[in-house]
């Protein structure tokens, strides 16, 4: 049961894991050998990959796109992939938005850093996002908070000039998912 707190803790969406013991567990004695607590993490990759092919259909997908847009959130900032993701953007100049917990992964100030997305966020992270063709997210999720204002009638009436409504389905590791309009 440790062990998969453990997994379950430090990969995917690192967090807090609630492990439920009932109160007569607690009363209990036992002669149990415990596992030495650095096992429990033993084996467990924090930072899953992608496979080549993946990676090559993304960077496909990207080079070709009309107007994509690189969308950072908690998950580059744990990964500490700021420079990951500038060299990212400056090498296929490929404007950067951010969730709000993915404020600090690209400086405020470079030129290709649009600002926060979502129901806080600004009109130039907000429009870009919403009108891509290609969302490169990294890190990130297509959370209400984040992708509300990418929804019809949600953003105020300066944002609504040019705007679309986009279907987005769940994407997980290797997926690719273009926007579609509709």
């Known amino acids: ?15 807090p894991v609630h492990i439920d013991v009932p109160y007569d567990v607690f009363l209990e004695q036992t002669d149990v050998e415990l596992a030495d607590s650095a096992k429990w993490r033993a084996g467990i990759d924090r930072r899953p990959g992608a496979s080549i092919e993946s990676v090559q259909r993304t960077l496909d997908e990207l080079v070709h796109a009309e107007r994509p847009v690189i969308l950072v959130g908690n998950g580059a900032t744990l990964s500490e ?4 993701v500038r060299a990212l953007a400056e090498e296929l100049n490929i404007p950067v938005a951010y969730s709000p917990q993915g404020i600090g ?11 926060s997305v979502g129901r806080d966020g600004g009109y130039p992270g907000n429009e870009a996002t919403a009108t891509a ?13 984040a992708a509300s204002s990418w929804i019809p009638g949600t953003r105020s009436p ?14 997980h590791l290797g997926e ?7």
């Open 158 to 171: 300066f944002h609504q000039r040019g705007s679309s409504r986009w279907t987005l389905t769940k994407l």
């Open 176 to 182: 690719i998912t273009r926007c579609t309009s509709g």
């Open 133 to 145: 063709d290609v969302i490169l997210a990294l890190g990130a999720e297509f959370d209400d908070r």
């Open 1 to 15: 049961m440790m062990r998969q707190a453990f997994t379950t803790m430090l990969t995917g969406r690192p967090g």
């Open 105 to 115: 992964v690209m400086d405020a100030k470079h030129p290709l850093t649009l600002g």
């Open 81 to 84: 992939a700021s420079a990951e």
